[in-house]
């Protein structure tokens, strides 16, 4: 086996995926800035949930927002729901794992929040729990999804935003979402800063 030729089509399937996604997700992208922003400069807050990698990306998310991206400025509302040990086994627990995002939702979203909801496939049963308690709780879904979107694709309002990688394979979606997250904090950051370029 090749190991350097099996690392080189990685970085080049990598490369090859987010810039064959440029053309469909640049302008929901900007969409989805200028959504967290407003909802940030409206004295809103961001919730963020997604299993797996995709927890790591909301935690991610809401570390840049609360801390810092690449620029010094305020610290900004965002709240990863993957963190909270106690509350995630007592809903799981007492509930059913389904529900472990959507409680939260309930107990701390509020209309004029946004929800950061995140699945690879779009078919995460939790976020799918969590995508409901926001609508009824009249905030505003960005959804990061790969495949085609799956049941989350299906179930966003009008008023959505839907940013679903046009690939398969799971590496690759969760490493454009990376790639979108970033893109994400440095365009609230140009917002809220009033960079030009």
Do not use: W
């Not at 989805?32 to 990306?57: F, P, Q, W």
Request: hydrophobic residues 50%; aromatic residues 4%; charged residues 20%.
């Amino acid at each position: 086996m090749d190991l350097i030729a099996r690392v080189a089509r990685h970085f080049e399937d990598s490369a090859q995926t987010k810039l064959d996604a440029v053309e469909a997700m640049a302008a929901p992208i900007a969409g989805a800035i200028e959504a967290l922003t407003a909802c940030l400069v409206d004295g809103g807050k961001i919730l963020a949930c997604g299993n797996g990698g995709s927890a790591a990306d909301a935690q991610h998310f809401a570390a840049e927002l609360v801390g810092r991206f690449e620029a010094e400025r305020q610290e900004l509302a965002a709240i990863a729901l993957t963190t909270d040990t106690s509350i995630l086994t007592a809903v799981a627990n007492d509930y059913s794992f389904n529900q472990v995002f959507a409680r939260q939702v309930r107990a701390l979203g509020h209309a004029g929040d946004v929800l950061l909801a995140i699945s690879t496939s779009g078919n995460s049963g939790n976020v799918i729990e969590a995508i409901r308690a926001a609508h009824e709780s009249a905030m505003l879904v960005v959804a990061l999804t790969g495949r085609g979107g799956g049941q989350i694709g299906e179930m966003l309002d009008d008023d959505d935003i839907h940013l679903c990688v046009p690939a398969d394979r799971t590496a690759r979606i969760q490493e454009t979402h990376l790639l979108v997250i970033h893109c994400l904090c440095d365009g609230i950051d140009a917002l809220l800063l009033g960079v030009e370029q």
